[in-house]
Structure formats: structure tokens, C-alpha cells
């Protein structure tokens, strides 16, 4: 008897079927550990882009303060623009007394913290990319938000009056 059990249990193991239901459960396992290490390299792309995008603003609005200061301190720059390689595009910044800038292509000086984080972060920017920011302004400050990775608020913060930038 312990031998056909044996037999049996053999014959079970070169059973077609068997076989591909061990490969399947394999291939199942491989692609759901698969799946959640792309999920956290997603994410991470999504802080990165983020991060990039602050320090490109900041960037910006320090080179439109020091063409300010260059060209005998305005109360708006014309600059190129550029959509794409080939679209240029004239914008004037409208800045406060101390050269820092308010807003981009408005009639009004007026703090437009949505305009700024339009032309200075997210050019080239498509509607798709992985990172939403959320804009909150007021008189004088932006602060400029986005959840990291796991899940906790940061944020970014501009000074329109001094320039200043807090993260």
C-alpha cells in the first residue's frame, strides 16, 4: 500500500496541470512583489520631481531678481519665455520695490502665487505628471504644498517681500 501511495503521489507531481498550476502561482507572486517596488519607485519619482520643481522656482526668481537689480530696477522685466525649444514667447514680470516677483503676463502688480508656479516650476510641465502641488497664497506669501511618498505634507514657501524661501 505504501508503495502505490508513493506512485500516486508522484504521478501527481509530473501531472501536467500540477505544473502549471505551480508556474502560475509563481508568476502571480513574482508580479505582486514586482508591482509594489514599482509602486514606491513611482512615488519617489513624484517627491524628486517635486523637489526639482521648488528648487527651479527658486532659482528663477533669483535670476529675475538679479536682472532686476541689472537693468536700474524696474517695476517690470520683459523676458523670453520659452513653451518649447522652438516657441519663444515675450512675458513681462511684474516685481515689488525690493525686485522680487509678483506675478507673469498680468495686467495687475499684484501677487498671482499660481502664475509665479506656472512660468518658473513647471515649464514643460504636462498635465499628467506625477506630482500635484497645491498653491495657498496671500498678500505676501505663497506656500506652495504636495504629499511625499508616505503620505506627510511638505511644503515650500516664498516671501514675496523679502525673496525668502522656507522648505
Given at each position: ?129 506625477l ?14 504644498t ?11 514657501k ?10
Open positions: 500500500m505504501k508503495h502505490s501511495a508513493v506512485e500516486e503521489q508522484e504521478a501527481l507531481t509530473e501531472h501536467w496541470f500540477f505544473r502549471v498550476l505551480v508556474a502560475g502561482v509563481v508568476l502571480a507572486l513574482i508580479f505582486f512583489v514586482g508591482s509594489r517596488s514599482l509602486n514606491d519607485v513611482v512615488e519617489g519619482v513624484g517627491e524628486y520631481k517635486a523637489q526639482l520643481m521648488t528648487d527651479r522656482f527658486a532659482k528663477s526668481v533669483s535670476h529675475i531678481h538679479q536682472e532686476w537689480d541689472r537693468n536700474g530696477k524696474p517695476s517690470r522685466l520683459r523676458l523670453d519665455y520659452y513653451e518649447s525649444q522652438t516657441n519663444p514667447k515675450d512675458v513681462w514680470i511684474w516685481l515689488n520695490k525690493q525686485g522680487w516677483p509678483l506675478t507673469v503676463d498680468e495686467e495687475n502688480p499684484e501677487l498671482n502665487c499660481r502664475q509665479l508656479w506656472v512660468y518658473f516650476a513647471e515649464t514643460n510641465t504636462k498635465t499628467n505628471e506630482v500635484t502641488i497645491s498653491v495657498v497664497s496671500d498678500e505676501r506669501y505663497c506656500v506652495y504636495w504629499k511625499n511618498q508616505d503620505g506627510a505634507q511638505k511644503s515650500f516664498y516671501d514675496s517681500l523679502v525673496g525668502r524661501f522656507e522648505q
